[in-house]
């Protein structure tokens, strides 16, 4: 597993401390005013999505792998709705915020 301390780009280490730390306010503040995302190729509402499956949920990244410069990572993703389930993202980073992540399982 990568410490999310050690992840490669800034802003989605940023993002993943966030979450892991159940941090609303730090994780909107990774994020761009117009940020978008998508879960298992569906586009969904960033804001109620991440209230559900992050922190209304308890949710925490294992990061096991990443790629293209830190922007694609392969995690072990847990939360209390869903369990412990292996999963991909793929962030978008723009002027060191993201602007889009996709989530899926992998």
């Known amino acids: 597993m990568i410490p999310a301390d050690e992840l490669s780009e800034p802003a989605v280490r940023a993002l993943v401390n966030a979450i892991n730390a159940n941090d ?3 994780f909107r503040a990774a ?5 978008t995302m998508s879960d ?3 586009d969904r509402d960033l804001g109620q999505w991440a209230d559900r499956e992050i922190f ?3 949710g925490h990244m294992d990061v096991e792998s990443e790629e293209d410069g830190g922007c694609s990572l ?5 939360n209390d709705t869903w369990g412990k389930m292996r999963t991909r993202w793929h962030f978008d980073v723009s002027d060191g915020k993201v602007r889009r992540f996709e989530t899926g399982q992998a």
């Open 56 to 58: 209304g949920a308890n």
């Open 74 to 78: 392969v995690a072990h993703y847990r």
């Open 31 to 35: 994020l761009t005013a117009d940020a």
């Open 24 to 26: 609303v306010a730090t």
């Open 40 to 42: 298992d190729g569906t």
